[in-house]
Structure formats: structure tokens, C-alpha cells
């Protein structure tokens, strides 16, 4: 294989993982009732309804970054940052059926145009909302990120424990980097399971634990009670 066939069968393994992850997302959403969205995720301020609102809103916004790479027309994957809360806000309501729908929908308008992107727009340099610069082969990557950690969030029993230890493997080292202690205080991990081990800032102690529990701690989604070693407060995940 060239390098170039090398990048693209990478990168539609990625978007066969992306499809997977969310086929198994597709029928636990569809299984709720009404009742259901309106109660807290586990992101505080936010119903499962906005968890929802905001998975759609996620893919249609990578449609925009797949867009700028493939015609080289700058295109934001947010229009503003109020935009974006407000889409979800007005999104949040929505009845189970219409939330299935653009869920399914908007998945699939992301999924057709990154199969079909030209092998040589991959590389092309897009910015996140965020106004981070990086290469469009990257997407697929925020895009299961979004689907894995959001599942979660839904609370309806999928759990870190439930992320593959291919997911895990990519996102612990990410969230290491990504992560400031708020109090200052650096840090070791080290993922009992797996033997890897990072760093945060100058480490004055070390958190140790199975990989899927650590990551789960460092972005947020758990206290960190079945972790080992002095936790310290973090700063919110990037």
C-alpha cells in the first residue's frame, strides 16, 4: 500500500468504528420514553433531551469541517457559540420521534459525506470551534468521542467500563494532555489494566486505577471514588 492508501483505509476504519458506535446508541435512545428526556443527564444543567439536541447538532457541525476540507472553503464548524446553545436549547423539547430522527438523519448525512471524501482532502487544515487547527483526518476521531462520552452521559446504562479498550487506549492519553489541575497540583496516572502511564504537569502524586476509570475521572464523568491515591481538583476538560 502507498502512504495515501494506507491514510484512507485508517481513516474508513475509523468511520466504520464511528457507525458501530453509534448503531448501539441508535436503539438504547429509541428505547426511552417521553418521560425519559426530560429527566437530568449526567451533565449537570442539561436533560437527556439536550444530550440528544446536542449529538445531532454535533454531526451536522462536522459536515461543516468535512465541507471546508473538501472544497477548501473556510467554513466554521459553528456559526457562534450562541448559535450553537441555542440550537440545543431549542432542540432540547423535542418529542422522542423527532429526536430519534435527527439523530439517525444527521448521523447519516455526516457518515455519506465523509465516505465520499477524496483520499487528498483528508490533510486539509480545519480549526474546532475552538479555533484548534488540525487536519481533517481528525474528525472522525471528535465525532466518536462525542458518540462514546455522550452515551454515557444519557445515563440509561451504558457505562466507561462499557468503551472498547481501543477507545480508551486513544482517548486516556488525549485527556492527560488536555488536562489542567485546578489547583495546580500535577500528577501521574497509571491505568492498572493496561500499564500505561502520563503525566500532568510536575506530578506530586500518583492516581492509578483501570484505564476506562481514569479516563472517566479526568473528562469529568466520575468522582474518582474507585481510583487509588490523592485526587486532585481538576480544572474543567477542554
Known amino acids: ?27 438504547a435512545v429509541a428505547a426511552l420514553t417521553e418521560a425519559d428526556l426530560v429527566e437530568p443527564s449526567l451533565l449537570p444543567g442539561w436533560t437527556r433531551g439536550h444530550v440528544l439536541a446536542h449529538l445531532s447538532r454535533n454531526a451536522d457541525s462536522l459536515v461543516n469541517l468535512l465541507l471546508w476540507a473538501r472544497t477548501g472553503i473556510e467554513t466554521p464548524q459553528y456559526a457562534s457559540q450562541f448559535l450553537r446553545e441555542a ?73 466507561p467500563a462499557d468503551w472498547s479498550p481501543e477507545f480508551v487506549a486513544r482517548l486516556l492519553p488525549q485527556c492527560v494532555t488536555e488536562t489542567e489541575p485546578a489547583d495546580g497540583t500535577g500528577f501521574t496516572v497509571h491505568a492498572t489494566d493496561t500499564g500505561y502511564t502520563g503525566t500532568v504537569g510536575t506530578p506530586a502524586t500518583t492516581i492509578s486505577g483501570p484505564a476506562a476509570d481514569l479516563a472517566a475521572w479526568l473528562i469529568g464523568r466520575s468522582p474518582g471514588t474507585d481510583l487509588t491515591g490523592d485526587l486532585p481538583t481538576l480544572g474543567a476538560w477542554k
Open 87 to 159: 440550537d440545543i436549547e431549542a432542540g432540547a423539547p423535542r418529542p422522542l420521534r423527532e429526536q430519534l430522527e435527527d439523530l439517525t438523519a444527521s448521523h447519516e448525512r455526516w457518515l455519506a459525506l465523509a465516505r465520499v471524501m477524496p483520499a487528498d482532502r483528508w490533510p486539509t487544515l480545519v480549526r474546532n470551534r475552538k479555533g484548534g487547527e488540525m487536519p481533517a483526518t481528525r474528525v472522525p476521531w471528535m465525532r466518536l468521542v462525542e458518540v462514546e462520552i455522550h452515551h454515557v452521559d444519557l445515563d440509561i446504562g451504558y457505562a
Open 1 to 27: 500500500m502507498t502512504s495515501d492508501a494506507s491514510q484512507l483505509a485508517d481513516t474508513n476504519a475509523q468511520l466504520d468504528t464511528v457507525a458501530a458506535a453509534t448503531a448501539r446508541l441508535l436503539p
